[in-house]
């Protein structure tokens, strides 16, 4: 079956610390992976997706590659400002079917 | 990027009244939007898949008669919550992927509390 699993949090950080969230996935085919960011009392948005294997995505500074052969994609940032804090989900679509994974709490501290 | 659209973002309601949650894809036809429930610090889980012109497909577990889903137009989604109760309280959030697209366009979610 089709499935994502990601890192637990809570995650806190530093201003300016290296991130990485982790995230491997379970599926049939060849997915098309993404994070999405939710912050306080709103819906999801996309921060970032990848299609097909050794795809980078990348957008404000985060980071994620597919790695079909470890089946991942981990997020990444350099340097995390207090405006990253909010939950990260990591995701698969194979067909019209969406997974999501359990989401981390990111929290940045000045 | 695709706009969805969704209404309420709050309500409050009485115990054992409905409670309608509207979804609209601004800018794009959705003959298929989706349906989540988010518990307090948790993931999303499907409720629904619905479906433009034909009756929605439930996940199993979810209560169809509880959760009336009409997709009566290629740009609106409903969701009712009828009869409802103090454990029906939650997040709700709606989903579309555009044609042509990759991703998920999401709503911006509706936090129900049935009082």
């Known amino acids: 079956g089709n499935s994502v699993t990601q890192m637990e949090g809570p995650v806190t950080l530093s201003e300016e610390a290296f991130l990485t969230i982790n995230c491997t996935y379970t599926?049939?085919?060849?997915?098309?992976l993404f994070w999405y960011v939710q912050y306080p009392g709103e819906g999801l948005q996309l921060l970032l997706k990848a299609t097909k294997a050794d795809d980078k995505g990348s957008n404000k500074g985060f980071e994620a590659t597919y790695r079909k052969e470890t089946t991942s994609f981990h997020l990444e940032k350099g340097s995390v400002q207090v405006s990253d804090s909010a939950v990260y989900f990591c995701?698969?679509?194979?067909?019209?079917?969406?997974?999501f994974g359990t989401g981390t709490s990111l929290t940045v501290i000045p | 990027g695709a706009v969805v659209s969704q209404h309420p973002s709050r309500v409050i309601c009485k115990s054992g009244t409905s409670v309608k949650i509207e979804c609209r894809s601004l800018d794009f036809q959705a003959t298929t939007m989706f349906w989540y429930r988010q518990f307090p610090k948790q993931s999303l889980m499907l409720m629904a898949t619905s479906n433009e012109g034909s009756k929605a497909t439930y996940e199993q577990g979810v209560e169809k008669d509880k959760f009336l889903i009409n997709h009566a137009s290629l740009t609106l989604s409903t969701l009712t919550v009828t009869s409802a109760h103090p454990e029906d309280s939650s997040f709700y959030i709606c989903?579309?992927?555009?044609?042509?697209?990759?991703?998920?366009?999401f709503g911006q979610g509706t936090r129900l509390t049935v009082v």
């Open positions: 599926a049939t085919g060849y997915p098309s």
């Open positions: 989903s579309a992927r555009p044609p042509g697209h990759t991703e998920a366009f």
């Open positions: 995701a698969l679509r194979t067909g019209n079917q969406f997974y």
